[in-house]
């Protein structure tokens, strides 16, 4: 029995699968901003947890609309998800806080504050700022 050779990929696979690894690690850096778990960013793009793990780890690209709302839900602008300015993934990444300054609290602290309004919000900046003075 032959056994069947598998070509090597092509230039142009090999070029998507670049895009597909910097569309998740750019969609990761900001779900990671906006203190996000995966299921919650899933939840809010309309696509099922492991989908959109299979993103993150580019394992997949999305379609456009779901890139729309990748785009929308995590607050990043599209051409970065896409790599069209290295530049802002390369700053959102190096914005983001090291692992030790990711503490449980503040993750806490980040989901809660998305559920405030924009009043309940502005109070909170008042007391924060007091209390950092």
Known sequence: MASKRIPPPSSQ???DDKLALALGAAARAARLRAGLT???AAAKVGLAPGVYGRIE???????VPTLRRLSIALKIPSDTLLSLSHSEVTAW???LPSREE???DL???ARS???LTPA???VLNVIATALTR
């Open 120 to 122: 309940q919000l502005k």
């Open 93 to 95: 990444v190096d914005s």
């Open 102 to 104: 990711r503490s449980p």
């Open 107 to 109: 993750r806490r602290l």
């Open 113 to 115: 504050l998305r559920n």
């Open 38 to 40: 995966q299921a919650e």
């Open 57 to 63: 780890r580019g394992g997949m690209m999305p379609s």
């Open 13 to 15: 696979q090999r070029m």
